[in-house]
């Protein structure tokens, strides 16, 4: 009888703790928020990006010319024969005589540091410079891509010289003695008396009062780049061929993009 009592006393007490134990909720299960995937960051082309602040700088210039100076310059970075932070000068020698066409722009800083009157030679033509040369006694400019060298004073002064980059076309350039240097006939005063600046004999002549200043600016393994819309050198020169567009190709998609249209890619040849 005990026996049956502890019995039922202990089915009686489990019962009751049973009852009165609180039940678990269930718990419902936080979303994991879903991460969008990352957008990949539009890549620059840092030429591009140069092209344009040039433009911004010189808003004068021709973008096509200075579409070709950059193409030049940056494939002359690429072989090694300059560093990426060179100076850079540009030359327009389709203008006249009587329009400053001369731009010299610090590239690392971004900044138009001069833009000049430049002359042509006498071989070349009078105040448009239309004929071109690499031959010695031609007394003509030589068009391309020079690296520019050591100062010296001779006969025009102080003067800076050049080596010519671009075979056939102005590799002769020391052979011809082609340096920068000051000028008489290269003061913008002779415009109001004769139409046009006087001429050198071959050489990129400034005038006296500003030539020290940009030599000092250009020596020493900086840039020139020498431009005129002269068909067998646009074809035939090697500074625009390391990224497979032709200097016409170039020329082309810098003014499309100038003048609000979509980049033109120019085939024909004049």
């Known amino acids: 009888m005990k026996r049956l009592h502890a019995v039922f006393i202990a089915l009686t007490a489990s019962t009751l703790a ?12 936080v979303p994991v928020p879903v991460q969008a995937p990352a957008m990949a960051s539009p890549i620059i082309d840092p030429d591009r990006a140069l092209l344009a602040r040039l433009q911004q700088l010189a808003p004068t210039a021709d973008p096509g010319v200075l579409a070709l100076a ?15 932070e060179t100076r850079l000068a540009v030359i327009d020698y389709s203008r006249p ?10 590239i690392a800083d971004e900044r138009l540091l001069f833009n000049e009157y430049v002359s042509h030679g006498q071989g070349s033509g009078d105040n448009y410079a239309t004929r071109f040369s690499n031959v010695e006694g031609s007394y003509a400019t030589s068009l391309g891509l020079y690296r520019t060298a050591e100062t010296y004073n001779g006969s025009n002064g102080y003067s800076m010289r050049m080596d ?5 076309f102005n590799d002769n350039a020391r052979t011809r003695a082609i340096v920068m240097h000051g000028a008489w006939y290269a003061n913008p005063d002779l415009i109001r008396r004769q139409g046009r600046l006087g001429r050198s004999q071959g050489c990129p002549a400034l005038r006296e009062g500003i030539a020290r200043q940009v030599i000092d ?11 005129a819309d002269d068909a067998p050198w646009l074809e035939r020169s090697r500074q625009f ?5 032709s200097a016409r190709q170039i020329v082309a998609s810098a003014r499309g993009v100038r003048n609000g249209s979509l980049p033109v890619m120019a085939t024909a040849v004049p």
Request: with cysteine; hydrophobic share 35%; charged share 25%.
């Open 217 to 227: 600016t250009l020596k020493g393994e900086q840039l020139v780049f020498s431009y």
């Open 97 to 106: 005589s009587t329009d400053k066409r001369l731009w010299v722009f610090d």
């Open 18 to 29: 049973g009852c009165s134990s609180t039940p678990q909720r269930e718990t419902a299960a």
């Open 164 to 168: 010519g980059l671009d075979p056939g």
């Open 70 to 84: 950059v193409e030049a310059r940056a494939c002359a970075v690429a072989s090694g024969e300059v560093a990426p």
């Open 241 to 245: 061929g390391c990224r497979g567009k």
